[in-house]
């Protein structure tokens, strides 16, 4: 089985501040690696994506991979109120038939106003 | 407007009898699943289809069946459905692996 762990949270920071979020992975052959936001009641949404080695940044969101670590993480900068969610972090790993997707339990966030 | 639609949405049912999940998507996308989530455990793959006539397992399919007959419809199906399949179903699609796009997802309650 391959794994995907998030500290499950919730972590608390305060508006303006830069939430840090983290995953690890165990299958060093994973390629690609992504972030889905999900609000309560609602379904997953994605919102970043990254397959290489360094930092990604959209708006506020930059995304890190280190690969040799199996590590990978989220900075929110600038944190709003309506940033509050469960941030899911995914990787693909290989399978007998093709690529599967595994998700991580989830880190919540609580931006504090 | 691109979209994934589940139906039901919600569904009380009893232990044994079957039923079936709809999963319809108008992306044209390959690639389609479906999830469970339940509090602690996070979401969890129960089925894939990389495309029509292809499907694999996913991590937790005991209990399910899934058939990808056409490109926008993936159903689930649950033939003797118990309490411990008691959970909130999502549906995603995308056309490369990763970049998903989930349906609204489907509560069942399984008495």
């Known amino acids: 089985q391959k794994e995907v762990e998030q500290n499950s949270g919730p972590l608390s920071v305060p508006e303006g501040a830069i939430a840090s979020l983290n995953c690890t992975y165990s299958?060093?052959?994973?390629?690609?690696f992504f972030w889905y936001r999900q609000y309560s009641g609602k379904s997953p949404e994605l919102i970043m994506f990254?397959?290489?080695?360094g930092d990604k940044e959209d708006g506020r969101f930059t995304a890190q991979l280190n690969k040799a670590s199996q590590y990978v993480s989220l900075l929110i900068r600038d944190s709003q109120p309506s940033d509050s969610a469960t941030y899911l972090c995914a990787v693909t790993s290989n399978s007998n038939s093709g690529y599967a997707l595994n998700f991580g339990k989830g880190t919540s966030l609580l931006v504090t106003p | 407007e691109a979209q994934v639609t589940q139906n039901p949405r919600y569904l009380i049912t009893v232990t044994g009898k079957k039923l079936t999940v709809t999963c319809s998507q108008n992306?044209?996308?390959?690639?389609m699943s479906w999830y469970r989530q339940d509090p602690g455990l996070g979401l969890r793959q129960i089925y894939y289809s990389m495309n029509v006539e292809v499907t694999d397992k996913g991590d937790v399919p005991e209990g399910y069946k899934v058939s990808r007959k056409e490109k926008r419809n993936f159903p689930l199906i649950l033939e003797s459905p118990s309490p411990n399949q008691t959970s909130l179903y999502f549906c995603a699609s995308s056309k490369t692996l990763g970049v998903q796009y989930f349906g609204p997802g489907t509560r069942l309650l399984v008495l």
């Open positions: 992306m044209n996308h390959e690639y």
């Open positions: 990254i397959y290489s080695n």
């Open positions: 299958d060093r052959g994973s390629q690609s």
